[in-house]
């Protein structure tokens, strides 16, 4: 199965880990540009901008244009996200996305495009798009939860639920936010666990396979702690209702 994220830092955490978690079933490359939003992936598009880092597992393979991205490979599914700081805000998708979705479309007819759904910024982020939000946690999941279901239904896009596995790992005392959180600099997610979680929702999202079945657990990690996330990865696509 190949898999292309058209995105940014955010779609390079969730896809860190999803070769090892997939034991390489999953064939899976990002195109990354930190901060892109819809609106550059537009331009990118109208340019053909070789703009993006190619990457396996997070790292730089070589850079690219979307174009070219496109052709390298029979693409089973392509996703597709908002930066994270305007993820909340349904007006800053359009005109870009439905440009988007064609254009993909038209490259790829037989890839399923679908929507990475990312996760709100931990309650001390100094983010300066957290303002966007009041500062506030619950408020801004619950702004992209509103904002990415009403532009997926609009769009019939299926819906990758990183941002709510990462809320429900919240819950958790392991990942007390002002103690331990699930994010390294208040919005990406730790190199450790929160990577991790993004990867077994993936995982969960294009095989359909029991996440709590996973194998592989990142070096240095508590396998209890491992096992949780399991567990919250494949309850999140089992809750998710659309």
């Known amino acids: 199965m190949n898999i292309l994220c058209i995105g940014n830092s955010f779609s390079q955490d969730a896809t860190r880990y999803l070769h090892q978690i997939s034991d390489d079933e999953l064939y899976v490359r990002n195109l ?36 070219e991205a496109l052709g390298k490979k ?81 769009y019939n896009l299926d819906i990758i639920p990183s941002g709510d596995a990462v809320e429900e790992a919240r819950k958790l005392p392991e990942f007390d936010e002002k103690t331990h959180p699930i994010t390294r ?16 929702v993936m995982f969960k999202f294009f095989t359909g396979k029991d996440a709590t079945k996973v194998t592989y657990e990142p070096d240095n990690t508590d396998h209890e702690i491992c096992e949780k996330l399991k567990l919250i990865a494949e309850k999140t696509q089992a809750k998710l209702e659309f």
């Open 74 to 154: 029979k693409w089973d599914f392509i996703s597709v996200q908002q930066v994270s700081h305007l993820s909340g805000m349904a007006e800053t998708y359009e005109p870009y996305l439905p440009y988007i979705l064609g254009y993909i479309k038209g490259m790829c007819p037989n890839a399923k495009i679908v929507f990475h759904r990312t996760w709100a910024y931990s309650d001390y982020s100094n983010h300066e798009g957290f303002v966007n939000y009041g500062n506030s946690r619950p408020k801004m999941f619950d702004a992209i939860v509103k904002a990415s279901t009403e532009i997926c239904k609009k």
């Open 185 to 200: 600099d208040g919005f990406h997610l730790s190199l450790d666990y929160g990577r991790y979680l993004a990867g077994l």
């Open 32 to 67: 990354y540009i930190g901060g892109c939003s819809l609106e550059r992936h537009y331009n990118n598009i109208i340019e053909d901008k070789a703009d993006y880092g190619y990457e396996k597992n997070g790292r730089f393979l070589r850079e690219i244009s979307i174009k």
